[in-house]
């Protein structure tokens, strides 16, 4: 899954018995959804140049695989979170502004979509 992607490594020692462990965690969110774009970076300037589109079904897998990690407290929030950072690496989702699509989260109109337990 994590493939031709940084990861971060997480490394904890035991300094009186000498034993360690060795935990691979998720790669960012702007990472994921990069990797789900074929970009190599984001936008230098996310506001005026779009580096690609992402679907919901893409935006929805990144925040499964993320979802141990958020903070939020409803997948929704999660969702959101996610478009948030779609928005700062110049994506596109559904060809719109990350924005619009967090909007239309707000008013419902992806509530059978979006009804997972976080």
């Known amino acids: 899954m994590f493939k031709g992607l940084t990861v971060p490594v997480r490394i904890e020692c035991d300094t009186e018995t000498k034993k360690f462990e060795i935990f691979v965690e998720t790669p960012s969110t702007a990472s994921l959804l990069l990797k789900e774009m074929g970009a190599e970076k ?10 690609g589109n992402l679907t ?21 929030n ?31 109109q992806y509530n059978e979509l979006l009804n997972e337990e976080m």
């Open 56 to 76: 919901l079904k893409q935006i929805i897998e990144v925040t499964r695989s993320k979802k141990d990690k958020f903070l939020d407290r409803t997948f929704k």
């Open 78 to 108: 999660a969702i959101k979170t996610v478009l948030g950072t779609a928005l700062s690496i110049g994506a596109t989702v559904e060809g719109e502004n990350p924005k619009l699509i967090q909007k239309r989260i707000d008013e419902g």
């Open 42 to 51: 984001g936008s230098e300037s996310a506001a005026e140049k779009k580096i």
